[in-house]
């Protein structure tokens, strides 16, 4: 079973318009929650983090999670054609020792100019 | 920024070839990591370490082994190659997964005919 889940698998947003990309755990010893962002022929990098309720605001984009309900969520606002590309959500647990990052499927973003 | 290198970039093989990807990371992070990248599927963790001569099975480590030499330096390595194993593979670092930025190589794209 997927652990994490993300929806939609893919998404077209118009230039200037909001996006909004879900994720879902299904483990609740996840603790800790990222978005990763891959573009075309790179690797991944990290957008941003969150590991408390609530919204975490960067710039234009704001995440934010719910651990009651499992639910993290991403809105970028004023989308831009830079922000084409793959959105990862992944979410990780504290042991003090063989610490991993488990990803989701990614949502493929799509901006139309 | 935190540098991640992996070669050879592309590698083409046969069918029960013996391949080896290399990943260096600069950085002194105790955490480096191997991934595949396939479509439908995301990015899964084939096998990690938090140290040298640490090794950890990841969640598809089938057919897949790794070795950590030293803190900069982290192989995987494909003894029977098989073309379910054609695919991306990307290579990370991280001081610690959950609280702290994974770092991802360029990535290998890996072609087994």
């Known amino acids: 079973q997927q652990k994490v889940q993300q929806s939609p698998e893919s998404l077209s947003v118009p230039e200037g318009g909001m996006a909004s990309l879900n994720c879902t755990s299904s483990d609740r010893n996840f603790q800790y929650f990222w978005w990763y962002r891959q573009h075309s022929g790179e690797g991944p990098k990290a957008l941003m983090s969150i590991f408390s309720d609530g919204d975490k605001k960067e710039g234009r984009f704001t995440a934010h999670l719910n651990k009651a309900s499992l639910h993290v969520s991403l809105h970028i606002r004023d989308s831009q054609p830079s922000d084409s590309a793959l959105y990862f959500c992944a979410a990780s647990l504290f042991t003090g020792g063989a610490d991993r990052l488990t990803f989701g499927k990614g949502t493929q973003l799509i901006i139309q100019p | 920024e935190a540098a991640v290198t992996q070669s050879p970039r592309n590698k083409v093989t046969v069918t029960g070839g013996n391949v080896t990807l290399s990943c260096r990371q600069t950085n002194s992070h105790n955490y480096m990591y191997w991934y595949r990248q396939d479509t439908g599927h995301g990015l899964r963790l084939i096998h990690y370490s938090y140290g040298a001569g640490n090794l950890q099975i990841g969640d598809v480590p089938d057919g897949y082994k790794a070795t950590r030499t030293t803190q900069e330096d982290f192989f995987l390595l494909l003894e029977l190659a098989s073309p379910s194993q054609t695919s991306l593979y990307f290579c990370?670092?991280?001081?610690?997964?959950?609280?702290?930025?994974?770092?991802f190589g360029a990535g290998t794209r890996l072609s087994v005919l």
């Open positions: 990370a670092s991280s001081e610690n997964p959950g609280q702290n930025t994974l770092y």
